[in-house]
Nanobody, 127 residues
Framework: QVQLVESGGGLVQAGGSLRLSCAAS????????MGWFRQAPGKEREFVAA????????YYADSVKGRFTVSRDNDKNTVYLQMISLKPEDSAVYYCAAQYDPFTTDLRVRSGAYDYWGQGTQVTVSS
């Protein structure tokens, strides 16, 4: 069992920055990959970024490449999503999720392939 708690959301002006955190607890975290997803009202949940606990390989959606950075702190069991140059279209509820290995290319972008989810944190970017 893995528990995930997100924090760090809020209201920011376009061009601003936010850092989201996802605190994880549970066993065998190193066997999981961690994903960030977002969901805006009336839209499907979409993949944003992902990282492997072991090794730290990172993956990004094209829409956020160069603006978002995913990282992890193994000592704190926390995954971060640093967001810069935010746009109004980045507004959504952001979720972190954990997926047990093998965390392949096709699986890590599919929300249905994740095993555990946090409660979400709201990000609102004003124009």
């Amino acid at each position: 069992q893995v528990q995930l708690v997100e924090s760090g959301g809020g209201l920011v002006q376009a061009g601003g920055s936010l850092r989201l955190s996802c605190a994880a607890s549970g066993r065998f975290l190193s066997r999981f990959g961690m994903g960030w997803f977002r969901q805006a009202p009336g839209k499907e949940r979409e993949f944003v970024a992902a990282i492997r606990w072991s090794g730290g390989s990172t993956y990004y959606a094209d829409s956020v490449k160069g603006r978002f950075t995913v990282s992890r702190d193994n000592d704190k069991n926390t995954v971060y999503l640093q967001m810069i140059s935010l746009k109004p279209e980045d507004s959504a509820v952001y979720y972190c999720a954990a997926q047990y290995d093998p965390f392949t290319t096709d699986l890590r972008v599919r929300s249905g392939a994740y095993d555990y989810w946090g409660q979400g944190t709201q990000v609102t970017v004003s124009s």
